[in-house]
């Protein structure tokens, strides 16, 4: 790709771009049929099933099924068409944004109540704010992944957030 | 002639358009917010427009990724709140002013800005919230609206300079319309939020209060910022604050004419993932 | 980096792609029109492209009047001939170039033009009439199409100094591509014709050989022609013509390069309606 | 409307611009969904009732049901939204164009290969060319209604060509 791209040194932060539109293209095409009540029906019922009609990559029906939104974004998903997942789970944008970010439902809300997430040390990659990669996940989860590292396999980028449905 | 007398700012978070439309106006979260727009309520009663020109952007509802316009203006003689995943709001449609919209988008194409005219389109809570917020739970909308929306979505969005030239021809294009319609002109979106990944959650007081200062103050300026600003100072939702160049850029000091009245301004941080900022500007 | 090597300018009549799919290319009628591209085949054929940005109208069928953009990139890995009433031509589907649309999408829009971007989309006649004309009946297209869709059916269409500069903007775009492809620019439609009313029908020579004229050494002048004298002299749908000058603008001369040279230049009345008009320019 | 119209003086030609579009929406809809073979089979088989399906006016019905396209320019249509309801007849843009003049099939064709219309007299209301008001309907048709003229009730501006199906 030749497309100039000065977003890409912001921590925490996927631009939805023509990449990764292209990228996300029927995932995020799979998100907007949830806008339809009785496609929401019919996701509810099986979800697999549902997922399969779609030509989506296995990865991008594994994290939709784990509500790995993190996971949604990093193969081409973007927030405003993965919401009508959450949506059809009745979660509100807030539980959603707060799942990415590995605090519990009650750390993030508390965090917004005192005022949100400060800009500082999280405008660039590199800087020591909550955001930067050597702080995920955030709050409670990352306290316990502290106590109880994962293993070593693990490849994945954004770990399973507490409040994420399975 | 038609005129546009003033210009409205305001979020519109989803959050509180469910907080409104669940009876929760009145529960601490909420009430310090809703009271924010008790000035902008009796203020639009006792101006009310003949048309609301409604700057806002469609959140992945009406546009998909099969089209996706950098502008797009609403020619339609009405338009339905969309379902967007939680059922549609209880509110009423959306009565649009085909006369007034038809005559803008052909204004505005012959200056040079390649507008997608819209015939149908479900409006979702980008362009309901703002209404609700202005207007309370009114049987019908006070007036027509055009609806207006800008790929804020996939990037690249338009530039804040693109954005502050579009008002100019907006307001070139009202003004040519030989009817004497009283028009508003709305910028909505913002203020400073993320809804994605570890950063979510941004907040900057400082940089959305100096996004205040400037718009009323320095709007050609402002407009000038660049996108990679917003995205790190306002999150990556932050971007919406492109809309509101689209609504100063209207007013007539633009164009020569006497400052504005700053008839109101508001901020409160939290609603939701967002902070809520809220200004009114009167032509002089 | 990539590079405009040529641009190719022809007609794109419906009756035509009939004429070529049911055989008839050696009929009296239709003999001289496909004989006049008998040059650009070859041509083709010796300067294969590796991508053809082709830039046509839509015939209401693609867009319908729910939403009609201005103009209108595709970015999509490929695109099935349409069903435009008389069911799909048998021809191949079209193959797109998404990473360079996406790029010349996002270069074009950061240089203020206010671009649709299309995922999806049936083309009709517009796009493979050209195709069909320049390349035979092929098993595949020689190359991938990066369909670029103007309206010229709803007024207000582009002017032809929007389409000029428009065509400049693709040029910078392309050329900031970081792969060494070799793009030609096709503009399509035209030439005189009418095809609603009393004055159906009506063809005008003079103004279509001066427009050819005009087109290979003064199209700076050319783009300030207004669209009332495209219909008053072409026919309510020589407008289409208006696109040629996107092409036109991409070339190399107009940003201070040496001029084209014409490798062919072909006029013929009638096809159905129509007049025909074709050209080959290759950059220097 | 307050439109700039400067092409309001172009003898018989409508521009398809933002007002002919609103007033002719639903009578283009309707020739957009043609494009769908099960659509054009359904209308074939009642076209009444098909077109009751839409919300037309009774003229542009009408106007439909006598294939006269004139008439459904002059009440909103396009051209090339039009021409899907030639395309389900099996007629050709050629076809289709003729039948607005009132000449027959072979005069109108026998125009073209000898060049076509001419612009001079056509470009201004006013003029004296073919396309003027005038002069219509052109061809056998004139030539008839000349010999024969119709009943001075007759209000529609361009009368019925013989080439269109009833
Ligand atoms: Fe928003
Ligand atoms: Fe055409």
């Not at chain 2, 002639?1 to 979260?29: C, F, N, R, W």
Request: one cysteine or more; a negative charge.
């Amino acid at each position: 790709m030749s497309l100039e791209k000065p977003y890409l040194d912001v921590p925490g932060t996927t631009i939805f771009d023509a990449e990764q539109s292209r990228l996300g293209y029927h995932l995020n095409q799979f998100c907007m049929s949830l806008m339809k009540a009785e496609n929401r029906s019919r996701f509810k019922a099986d979800e697999r099933a549902y997922l399969d009609e779609w030509p989506m990559s296995e990865d991008q029906k594994q994290a939709v099924l784990a509500r790995d939104l993190n996971r949604c974004i990093s193969l081409g998903g973007n927030i405003y068409f993965l919401a009508k997942i959450g949506a059809t789970d009745g979660r509100s944008f807030q539980q959603m944004a707060g799942s990415m970010t590995g605090m519990t439902e009650e750390e993030y809300r508390n965090m917004m109540i005192g005022g949100g997430r400060s800009a500082d040390g999280n405008r660039i990659v590199g800087e020591h704010g909550d955001a930067q990669a050597e702080n995920q996940p955030q709050g409670e989860a990352g306290r316990l992944l502290k106590k109880s590292p994962l293993p070593a396999s693990g490849t994945a980028p954004h770990p399973k957030t507490p409040g994420s449905e399975q | 002639m038609a005129k546009i007398t003033a210009s409205v700012y305001t979020s519109h978070v989803p959050a509180i358009g469910a907080a409104l439309d669940l009876g929760k106006t009145q529960e601490p979260y909420w009430q310090p917010v809703f009271q924010g727009y008790d000035f902008g309520k009796q203020w639009l009663k006792d101006n009310k427009p003949d048309v609301i020109f409604l700057v806002f952007n469609d959140h992945a509802t009406a546009f998909s990724l099969e089209m996706i316009p950098t502008f797009a203006i609403g020619t339609a003689a009405e338009y339905t709140p969309a379902d967007e995943g939680w059922g549609p709001r209880p509110v009423p449609k959306v009565i649009g002013h085909p006369e007034l919209a038809a005559h803008i988008a052909q204004s505005v194409i012959q200056q040079d800005f390649d507008l997608t005219i819209v015939n149908k389109m479900d409006v979702d809570h980008g362009l309901t919230v703002p209404l609700s917020l202005m207007c309370g739970q009114p049987e019908a909308w006070p007036c027509p609206v055009i609806p207006f929306a800008v790929n804020v979505v996939q990037y690249p969005v338009p530039s804040g300079r693109r954005c502050f030239e579009l008002g100019k021809a907006i307001r070139k294009a009202v003004e040519s319309f030989d009817k004497p319609l009283n028009v508003q002109i709305w910028g909505t979106g913002g203020m400073s939020h993320q809804l994605q990944g570890p950063r979510a959650g941004l907040i900057n007081k400082e940089f959305d209060n100096m996004f205040l200062d400037r718009l009323i103050s320095d709007p050609e300026g402002l407009a000038s910022v660049p996108h990679i600003d917003y995205v790190r100072e306002a999150g990556s939702e932050g971007i919406e604050l492109v809309m509101w160049l689209i609504a100063r850029g209207a007013m007539s000091d633009v164009a020569g004419g006497p400052a504005p009245t700053v008839k109101n301004r508001f901020y409160h941080v939290p609603a939701s993932n967002t902070a809520v900022g809220h200004l009114i500007l009167e032509n002089n």
